[in-house]
């Protein structure tokens, strides 16, 4: 009771309690001067009392202690208390956590089964406008402290041409930088179709290469996939040339 105060108006939340036990409860706090309303916490809703007109809620305060504090009771209990009122419930299981995810604060265990929290200083879903100025605020140093920090590190600034030496100023080759497209390195992978296998042996995309050592011999000898496949048959190590000027 050291939490009611004269002239507070107080909510008692009970739920199957005896009626001489709550009409005991309810004397004693009038006794303090102060004005008590009485609801069933099964048949509570958001329309039973006028919003913020509570100071002190006491909940599940008598025995058996049965009623259970869910959330969407403790989201109603909140809307009830005045800003800055207190709660002040028992239950068998610790609701600290439910009490903080419902919006009180100073969440405190008082004795074993016994809690009290606070509402915020402000109603729940109130607006508050923030007045920002238009023009962005700029550090800017006056002529004094930027002429004493200049001259402090004047030895300390170092020229970023003497860092660099003639290599760094040769621009790289582009042909060079070619990387393969799936391994992300100047390394061509296993079936590599993009060239850069024959680049970096060397070759180039066209020359057919023989995979039998058989194929100057003639379509007889070359497989289905032989590269000189319809061209006729040639020494070894001679270039096939095609001789697009004959008449035949």
């Not at 208390?81 to 600290?96: A, E």
Request: charged share 25%; hydrophobic share 40%; aromatic share 6%.
């Amino acid at each position: 009771m050291n939490n009611i105060k004269s002239g507070n108006n107080v909510l008692i939340l009970w739920n199957n309690n005896d009626p001489n036990d709550l009409s005991n409860l309810v004397n004693e706090i009038q006794k303090l001067n102060a004005s008590v309303v009485l609801e069933n916490s099964s048949m509570i809703a958001e329309d039973s009392r006028p919003l913020s007109s509570f100071d002190v809620i006491l909940s599940n305060w008598l025995p058996p202690h049965s009623m259970q504090h869910s959330d969407s009771l403790l989201a109603l209990l909140i809307k009830l208390l005045k800003p800055s009122g207190k709660i002040i419930l028992k239950d068998k299981i610790d609701i600290s956590s439910a009490l903080k995810l419902n919006g009180f604060l100073n969440v405190t265990k008082i004795e074993e089964n016994v809690f009290s929290a606070e509402k915020p200083k402000f109603e729940v879903g109130a607006k508050v406008f923030l007045k920002l100025n238009n023009k962005p605020a700029v550090w800017k140093l006056d002529d004094t402290v930027e002429e004493a920090w200049a001259g402090s590190n004047d030895d300390e600034i170092i020229d970023s041409d003497v860092l660099l030496d003639e290599d760094d100023l040769i621009k790289p080759d582009q042909q060079s930088l070619r990387v393969c497209a799936t391994t992300g390195k100047r390394k061509a992978c296993a079936d590599c179709s993009c060239g850069l296998a024959e680049e970096l042996k060397g070759e180039t995309k066209d020359t057919p290469k023989s995979s039998c050592g058989s194929c100057y011999l003639g379509d007889a000898f070359r497989c289905a996939t032989c590269p000189y496949l319809g061209m006729p048959a040639f020494k070894p190590g001679e270039k096939v040339m095609l001789d697009l000027k004959s008449d035949i």
